[in-house]
């Protein structure tokens, strides 16, 4: 057996789509090159045709239209496929055995072309990398179809197993936020803003360690604070002693201990940091190598793309839309700190929508915005 490719799969499924006017709906999602076989690509052009066509689909009217087309002869072929596809019930099977092996092949491509340019000293990197990124994502199986049915299964699959309290949500550790939004969902982008020196990053710091603390892995991308800064925070949070008592030394006798233990018990739990990661595509190559369950980024308008961008709008527009592909390719909740800027003329109360910087795109891909 060849792991690139099943001829007789490929066969099979001609012999079902030439049998079955139901097996036919998958010429949506196919194309001549996920078959390997040279006379099944002829056979499928073929039948994508006649379907086009709104033409009768048979063992003779696919012989004559993949002749016109392509000047071959395939009612030896034909008659195989019919012979290899004993029942069109079969058909999904087929189906998936020829798009898995057209994957296979697509990402053989891909890595084996990007290896033999890494032996190129003038390569760029980031463009290797991004196109392996990509190759990778197709071999995932992009245009796969869930019926509404699947959809329903799913939804009520979810619904019975919160009520049993299994919910997918994370809690954030915050009663109250987590009893108006349920928690940070997988696939789900939400977006904390607030205006400067509000206490975003405090916020985001103590979700981020109370889902660690419940046992889940977080990364946490800072462009904001430094490591040293974090770890301070952290300790004047579990130890009791002040912040500014940390900054300055000024530790009391009786806090050591304390303070201790604040370390000891805080090294243990499962968060990483990165301080150096501007763009979401670094952030996605982090993410696939430590395997997060909740990603925070601290904040988003101070990171960057390597894709052009005209303005700061369309700058944003790119990093959000970016940040919410990673959610859900990657199947976490992302939390995205976002800064408000001040309508002139209006009162300083709570921020609304529009104020964030950036604000259409940002609307728009953020599944969540909650405003401090």
Known sequence: MNALFDHDAEAALIGAMMQDENARRHTGTL????????????????????????????????????????GRDVLGYLIECNRLCPTAHNADAYYRIVTDHSRRRALHRTLRGQADML?????????????????????????????MNDAMM????????????????????????DWLTGGLYPGE?????????????????????????AGYRVLVDSLEMSAKQYAQRVLARHSGVGLRNIRLG??????WEPLGNAANTCSQMPIQFTFDVYTPEELRAVAEAVNPQLIVVDYLQLMDTKKKADNDTVRLGKISGALKALALDCNIPVLA???????????AVMPILKELRGSGNLEQDADNVIFM
């Open 31 to 70: 194309t001549e090159t996920d078959f390997d076989d040279d006379l099944a690509r002829v056979s499928f052009s073929a039948l994508e045709s006649l379907q086009t066509q709104h033409s009768p689909i048979d063992l003779r009217t696919l012989t004559d239209e993949a002749a016109r087309l392509s």
């Open 154 to 177: 799913t939804a009520f699959d979810g619904i019975e197993r919160a009520a049993r309290g299994e919910s997918d949500a994370i809690p954030t550790g915050i009663a109250d936020l």
């Open 119 to 147: 032996l190129d000293p003038t390569a760029d990197m980031d463009a290797i990398t991004e196109t392996v990124r990509i190759g990778l994502s197709a071999g995932r199986g992009n245009g796969h179809i869930v019926t």
């Open 250 to 255: 000024q530790i009391g006798d009786n806090q």
């Open 337 to 347: 700190l976002a800064q408000v800027t001040r309508t002139e003329g209006r009162a």
């Open 189 to 213: 982008m939400t977006i904390l803003g607030a205006r400067p020196k509000k206490g975003k990053s405090s916020l985001a710091l103590e979700i981020a360690m109370n889902v660690a603390k």
